[in-house]
């Protein structure tokens, strides 16, 4: 039996297929292509602004520049770091995950909620507690403590996920014949999680090149910092283009090296889709020694902040600072984190549709080009805006609408990932009912499938949200004059050594973080029985 649509007597099915059927060549089909390549492009603009502005100096001054033994000892000072961050993180994150997965380690479920939390602690949050407890923790191994700390639940969490839902039918078999726990753990269990390796290690290294205000505290100089005194401090906007084009190469050879390593050792997961779960390895004599290693993890990821945090609210405010009220500070913070998290909610929907919609190679690189955003660190965004409203949008400059768009840039691709997973839940053939009905392309959208991906745009909202309420750097360099938020006014008293005056901000920048954190635990960890997935290796 075929089905035909009411304005054709056509079957349905010997139409054309769906990446050119969808919107066909009526009027408005090209509404969507049209709105999903403008978002992609103004959210990717960062990249040609930064590179239009070093092109400025020509040339020859570009490379008198890059020459300097500054640049040299920058490159030397952010790749250290880098490799011994994401190496430490990769070791940590797995180990963690493989002991709260597929071990019989008591408290497995409170672990695995504390070895996330430390994302709810913006990484200069950690560097100032660090700091103001122990001011000997500085240069690469301060750093490399305090960074390893905060970030290393980027490679736990999605492991943890692949460990959860991968099958553990050939570690089973491996082991039945005659595969001790290492040779198994290091023949099956390590390929399998070889993408969610690559993947956390790719957050960890961007992270890492674009973080200012942990590294600022800790002393120790990367490119982030350089580029933010030559803006903040000579306002040379030239040296420090040259420089985020700098950053930004680094950081698309990691992504690159990224997706050449998951080409290469990438590979479909196969979920459980029994209701058996894996049987707990059991630990036996080292289950001592594995509680106490995941203790130390936790304590010193969590404990020495939390501890840090509690320690100077007892303690009090010690500043010659004129005081601020932190719960003007908040709402403050909350409008602009929030305006920001809806424009970009919003502006997600027309491109995650129109790669839902049409798997061409133009949906893809649209859909591809804003992922690579991810790649651009705060203050090269920064940059990128400023230069556009000095520019061309003088009135603009240090106004409202430029701080949320430069939260946008920023955190677009979180909220492209939440809307894009939301609807692939959604069957296809649900918007094709709904048309071969006679029901017009924005009624569809409007009662059938943005209805359908409500969880994910509320996902959205939240993380865009919450993520943008302790952004640090780019605010230091967009906010309206006159204007804190709660990250910069934690600024402004701790480079004034004011520990005690410092705390209750960051303090409300880590509760407003913990709903997020349990969001994004919750949705990576979350029961996935009744799906399969297939994206390990993407």
Same mark, same amino acid.
């Given at each position: 039996?075929?089905?035909?649509?009411?304005?054709?007597?056509?079957?349905?099915?010997?139409?054309?297929?769906?990446?050119?059927?969808?919107?066909?060549?009526?009027?408005?089909?090209?509404?969507?292509?049209?709105?999903?390549?403008? /978002?992609?492009?103004?959210?990717?603009?960062?990249?040609?602004?930064?590179?239009?502005?070093? %092109? *400025?100096?020509?040339?020859?001054?570009?490379?008198?520049?890059? %020459?300097?033994?500054?640049?040299?000892?920058?490159?030397?000072?952010?790749?250290?770091?880098?490799?011994?961050?994401?190496?430490?993180?990769?070791?940590?994150? +797995?180990?963690?995950?493989?002991?709260?997965?597929?071990?019989?380690?008591?408290?497995?479920?409170? +672990?695995?909620?504390?070895?996330?939390?430390?994302?709810?602690?913006?990484? +200069?949050?950690?560097?100032?507690?660090?700091?103001?407890?122990?001011?000997?923790?500085?240069?690469?191994?301060?750093?490399?403590?305090?960074?390893?700390?905060?970030?290393?639940?980027?490679?736990?969490?999605?492991?943890?996920?692949?460990?959860?839902?991968?099958?553990?039918?050939?570690?089973?078999?491996?082991?039945?014949?005659?595969?001790?726990?290492?040779?198994?753990?290091?023949?099956?269990?390590?390929?399998?999680?070889?993408?969610?390796?690559?993947?956390?290690?790719?957050?960890?290294?961007?992270?890492? @090149?674009?973080?200012?205000?942990?590294?600022?505290?800790?002393?120790?100089?990367? !490119?982030?910092?350089?580029? +933010?005194?030559? !803006?903040?401090?000579?306002?040379?906007?030239?040296?420090?283009?040259?420089?985020?084009?700098?950053?930004?190469?680094?950081?698309?050879?990691?992504?690159?090296?990224?997706?050449?390593?998951?080409?290469?050792?990438?590979? /479909?997961?196969?979920?459980?889709?029994?209701?058996?779960?894996?049987?707990?390895?059991?630990?036996?004599?080292?289950?001592? @020694?594995?509680?106490?290693?995941?203790?130390?993890?936790? %304590?010193?990821?969590?404990?020495?902040?939390?501890?840090?945090?509690?320690?100077?609210?007892?303690?009090?405010?010690?500043?010659?600072?004129?005081?601020?009220?932190?719960?003007?500070?908040?709402?403050?913070?909350?409008?602009?984190?929030?305006?920001?998290?809806?424009?970009?909610?919003?502006?997600?929907?027309?491109?995650?549709?129109?790669?839902?919609?049409?798997?061409?190679?133009?949906?893809?690189?649209?859909?591809?080009?804003?992922?690579?955003?991810?790649?651009?660190?705060?203050?090269?965004?920064?940059?990128?805006?400023?230069?556009?409203?000095?520019?061309?949008?003088?009135?603009?400059?240090?106004?409202?609408?430029?701080?949320?768009?430069?939260?946008?840039?920023? !955190?677009?691709?979180?909220?492209?990932?939440?809307?894009?997973?939301?609807?692939? *839940?959604?069957?296809?053939?649900?918007?094709? /009912?709904?048309?071969?009905?006679?029901?017009?392309?924005?009624?569809?959208?409007?009662?059938?499938?943005?209805?359908?991906?409500?969880?994910?745009?509320?996902?959205?909202?939240?993380?865009?949200?919450?993520?943008?309420?302790?952004?640090?750097?780019?605010?230091?360099?967009?906010?309206?004059?006159?204007?804190?938020?709660?990250?910069?006014? !934690?600024?402004?008293?701790?480079?004034?050594?004011?520990?005690?005056?410092?705390?209750?901000?960051?303090?409300?920048?880590?509760?407003?973080?913990?709903?997020?954190?349990?969001?994004?635990?919750?949705?990576?960890?979350?029961?996935?029985?009744?799906?399969?997935?297939?994206?390990?290796?993407?």
């Amino acid at each position: 039996m075929t089905l035909t649509s009411p304005s054709s007597s056509a079957p349905l099915a010997t139409r054309p297929p769906r990446s050119s059927r969808l919107g066909g060549w009526r009027p408005g089909a090209a509404a969507l292509p049209l709105t999903a390549m403008v /978002v992609a492009l103004l959210v990717a603009c960062p990249l040609g602004f930064v590179a239009l502005e070093a %092109g *400025q100096s020509g040339w020859d001054a570009t490379r008198q520049l890059l %020459g300097r033994p500054m640049v040299l000892t920058l490159l030397g000072h952010t790749a250290a770091l880098t490799a011994v961050v994401t190496a430490a993180s990769l070791v940590l994150g +797995f180990g963690a995950a493989w002991l709260v997965e597929r071990t019989d380690l008591p408290l497995r479920r409170t +672990f695995t909620v504390l070895a996330a939390m430390p994302l709810a602690i913006p990484e +200069f949050v950690h560097g100032y507690c660090w700091v103001s407890l122990m001011p000997s923790v500085q240069g690469l191994w301060g750093a490399s403590l305090v960074m390893v700390s905060s970030l290393y639940p980027l490679v736990f969490l999605p492991v943890a996920a692949v460990l959860r839902r991968s099958d553990a039918g050939a570690a089973e078999v491996a082991r039945s014949l005659g595969h001790g726990r290492l040779s198994v753990l290091w023949r099956v269990t390590l390929p399998q999680c070889r993408p969610a390796l690559a993947g956390g290690a790719l957050l960890v290294a961007l992270y890492l @090149l674009g973080e200012y205000g942990a590294f600022a505290m800790l002393r120790y100089t990367t !490119f982030a910092t350089a580029i +933010f005194t030559e !803006f903040e401090t000579a306002f040379d906007m030239t040296s420090a283009s040259v420089l985020a084009l700098v950053l930004i190469a680094l950081a698309l050879l990691i992504v690159l090296l990224q997706a050449w390593v998951v080409r290469q050792r990438g590979r /479909v997961v196969r979920e459980r889709t029994s209701g058996r779960p894996a049987a707990p390895i059991p630990l036996g004599r080292t289950k001592p @020694l594995a509680l106490l290693a995941m203790t130390a993890l936790v %304590g010193t990821a969590v404990g020495v902040p939390v501890y840090a945090l509690g320690y100077w609210l007892v303690k009090g405010s010690s500043t010659t600072l004129p005081s601020a009220s932190i719960w003007s500070l908040t709402l403050t913070t909350l409008g602009y984190a929030l305006g920001a998290a809806a424009v970009a909610t919003a502006a997600a929907i027309p491109v995650a549709l129109y790669a839902w919609r049409r798997e061409t190679r133009l949906a893809r690189a649209v859909e591809q080009t804003v992922y690579l955003t991810r790649a651009l660190p705060g203050i090269a965004v920064a940059l990128a805006v400023v230069f556009f409203a000095i520019r061309y949008a003088q009135p603009l400059y240090q106004q409202a609408p430029l701080l949320v768009a430069g939260y946008v840039a920023l !955190f677009f691709p979180l909220a492209l990932t939440a809307v894009r997973s939301s609807l692939a *839940q959604v069957p296809h053939a649900v918007e094709d /009912v709904a048309r071969s009905l006679g029901t017009r392309p924005l009624a569809v959208l409007a009662r059938v499938t943005v209805p359908l991906i409500l969880p994910g745009l509320g996902a959205a909202f939240a993380m865009v949200g919450l993520t943008a309420s302790t952004e640090l750097t780019a605010t230091l360099l967009l906010r309206p004059t006159g204007t804190d938020t709660l990250a910069t006014q !934690f600024w402004t008293y701790t480079t004034g050594l004011a520990w005690g005056a410092a705390a209750p901000y960051a303090a409300v920048m880590t509760a407003l973080s913990v709903p997020a954190v349990l969001l994004l635990t919750r949705r990576t960890l979350g029961d996935s029985r009744t799906h399969t997935t297939r994206e390990a290796g993407r």
